[in-house]
């Protein structure tokens, strides 16, 4: 017994969980919007102009207001969350003081969830009922589910969105600001851009699904096949109301 302690002490069990936390969602959120939407727009552009120049205008342009409308997306989305939790907190604070009854069978009823019987739920009650921010934190996690948010969170959430949807949105763009005005040609930008936003979709999609524990490679596919259908279908409707 004193060898499997010691070998305990000397290997200690560290687990590999990762936590995805509300900066990488709000990465890939503005990520995969970004790589997206400015190439299904340069590649739909591709199937009715012939100009380069006027492609990375419209991109930049998307880009513009496509980050500033995630971007306030997100940062109406946090806020909205800190002023839902902030109620509740307020709501479960006077609670645990004029209800205390109704709390305590809340929390009988929270262990009961995982099996625990009422009187071995008893004194972990007693320990709570004594320590009333500790209480009212255990009701808001595991009654409502619900986490305090970090401070500056809005803001925070805005530039981290708006910020990854321009850097994805460069992307796609940069074939026809570089190969396009060299050769000025839409098509050899286009199979450029193509093959360029691809491998970017594809890098983006196995780094969130190997974050997120879901599979690299299933994840990159994924990805790749959403943006290259979205291109697809762009290109090809614009071909076909040009030709109207």
Do not use: C, W
Not at 144 to 162: D, F, V, Y
Request: proline share 4%.
């Amino acid at each position: 017994m004193h060898e499997i302690a010691s070998d305990s002490l000397d290997h200690p069990h560290i687990e590999g969980h990762f936590e995805s936390s509300e900066s990488v969602r709000d990465v890939v959120i503005g990520l995969s919007d970004g790589l997206t939407v400015p190439f299904a727009l340069a590649a739909g552009l591709s199937g009715a102009v012939s100009s380069s120049h006027i492609i990375v205008l419209a991109g930049l342009a998307e880009i513009a207001a496509g980050s500033i409308a995630m971007g306030l997306g997100g940062y109406l989305a946090a806020r909205g969350d800190a002023e839902h939790y902030a109620s509740e907190l307020k709501r479960e604070q006077t609670e645990v003081i004029t209800r205390p009854d109704d709390e305590a069978e809340e929390i009988y009823q929270i262990f009961d969830q995982y099996s625990v019987p009422r009187d071995a739920a008893a004194p972990v009650l007693a320990a709570l009922q004594q320590n009333h921010p500790a209480y009212v934190d255990f009701m808001m996690r595991f009654e409502l589910g619900l986490e305090k948010p970090a401070a500056n969170r809005a803001h925070r959430s805005a530039l981290t969105i708006a910020a990854s949807y321009i850097a994805g949105g460069i992307i796609p763009l940069l074939p026809y600001m570089f190969v396009g005005a060299a050769v000025a040609s839409t098509v050899a930008a286009l199979k450029v851009s193509v093959v360029v936003t691809l491998l970017a979709l594809a890098l983006f999609g196995a780094l969130k699904g190997r974050l997120l524990g879901t599979g690299g490679p299933r994840s990159a596919i994924q990805t790749s096949l959403i943006g290259g259908a979205a291109a697809a279908a762009a290109y090809t409707l614009a071909r076909l109301l040009n030709r109207g």
